[in-house]
């Protein structure tokens, strides 16, 4: 199982940044997705998560109103689209795939907000 994310990279506060994941190798065709952040000396935190159909999604409070998340299940490929950024979203960002109790991470894009 592989997660490649990307699209990642350096932007101006109060700017957007789409990213994406794609997910290769998992034999289940049903599995949710997510993603999470890690800034600087501190904890990987959740960010979003989206079921298989899309029909159920999470946001963490500071994504709520700013951040997207959506799946294209025919490409494999998971978005975030991050509106209105803010210099403390800087952080790796991190895609997660799970199916049957089990999680899948990707090595992670850098997201950087300049201010």
């Known amino acids: 199982v592989q997660l490649q994310a990307s699209g990642g990279g350096l932007v101006q506060a109060g700017g957007s940044l789409s990213i994406s994941c794609v997910v290769t190798g998992l034999s289940s065709s049903d599995y949710g997705v997510g993603w999470f952040r890690q800034a600087p000396g501190k904890e990987r935190e959740f960010v979003a998560s989206?079921?298989?159909?899309?029909?159920?999604?999470y946001y963490a409070d500071f994504a709520k109103g700013r951040f997207t998340i959506s799946r294209d299940n025919a490409k494999n490929t998971v978005y975030l689209q991050m509106n209105s950024l803010k210099s403390e979203d800087t952080a790796v960002y991190y895609c997660?795939?799970?199916?049957?109790?089990?999680?899948?991470w990707g090595q992670g894009t850098l997201v950087t907000v300049s201010s």
């Open positions: 989206a079921s298989w159909s899309g029909a159920t999604i």
């Open positions: 997660n795939a799970r199916t049957s109790g089990l999680n899948y």
